[in-house]
């Protein structure tokens, strides 16, 4: 079955990059998400790598996907206080029928 | 942009009444899902439908849930009898095929049970 976990806290300084790392177990996932909840609000879809990839960039986004290690981080650069937010790893699971999703990390930017 | 929308946005009732979430999904998808997210915890799956039937659900989706999509339009998650523990955050999500990779998420209901 699919488990996906997450640290629960982040704390950064606004203007340094964010990292969050999560790790999953299900090693046949095509691709890995990254959500975005505000708070208040629902779930953002922030990006999403495929398994045959080992970075993807968007932006001030980075991803990195060591599958080997079943290891999912997200670098935010340049990190805003509108960052602030619980970022979820997820993946789809089988048929694609469904998301599973870590525990969320909550990021805390200060200013 | 369409966008999944869900009414209401907080719904408080009182233990063993029976509530309906109503979730309208993006217009020209075919596959929705409603999930659960208790104060602090992850989400949790509970129900993909396609094609007017269930096609997964968990655990968590016992008797007394209950999923419709009444008019082609709306999709809702019917709780007949409510328990304290069922106070959670209730998203609606929908996509377009199995193959796409986003699920679109509502912007959710929160659920109180007094």
């Known amino acids: 079955g699919e488990d996906v976990e997450q640290s629960l806290f982040l704390s950064v300084r606004e203007g340094d990059s964010s990292v969050i790392n999560c790790t999953y177990t299900d090693s046949s996932s095509t691709y890995l998400y990254w959500y975005k909840q505000e708070p208040g609000a629902g779930l953002q879809l922030l990006t999403y790598?495929?398994?045959?990839?080992d970075m993807k960039q968007d932006q001030r986004l980075t991803v990195l996907l060591n599958k080997k290690d079943k290891h999912l981080s997200l670098r935010i650069a340049d990190t805003q206080t509108g960052d602030s937010a619980i970022y979820f790893c997820?993946?789809?699971?089988?048929?694609?029928?469904?998301?599973?999703f870590g525990t969320g990390t909550k990021l805390q930017v200060i200013p | 942009e369409p966008e999944v929308t869900q009414t209401p946005s907080h719904q408080v009732t009182q233990m063993g009444q029976e509530v309906i979430l109503r979730c309208v999904p993006i217009s020209n998808h075919l596959y929705f899902y409603w999930y659960r997210q208790i104060l602090g915890q992850k989400v949790e799956f509970l129900v993909s439908f396609y094609n007017n039937e269930i096609s997964e659900k968990s655990e968590i989706f016992d008797d007394q849930f209950s999923v419709e999509r009444p008019d082609g339009s709306n999709f809702t998650l019917k709780i007949r009898s409510t328990k304290l523990e069922d106070s959670a955050m209730y998203f609606c999500a929908s996509n377009m095929d199995r193959s796409s990779y986003e699920q679109y998420f509502g912007p959710g209901t929160r659920l109180t049970v007094t």
């Open positions: 790598i495929f398994s045959n990839m």
């Open positions: 997820a993946e789809p699971g089988g048929g694609y029928q469904k998301v599973t």
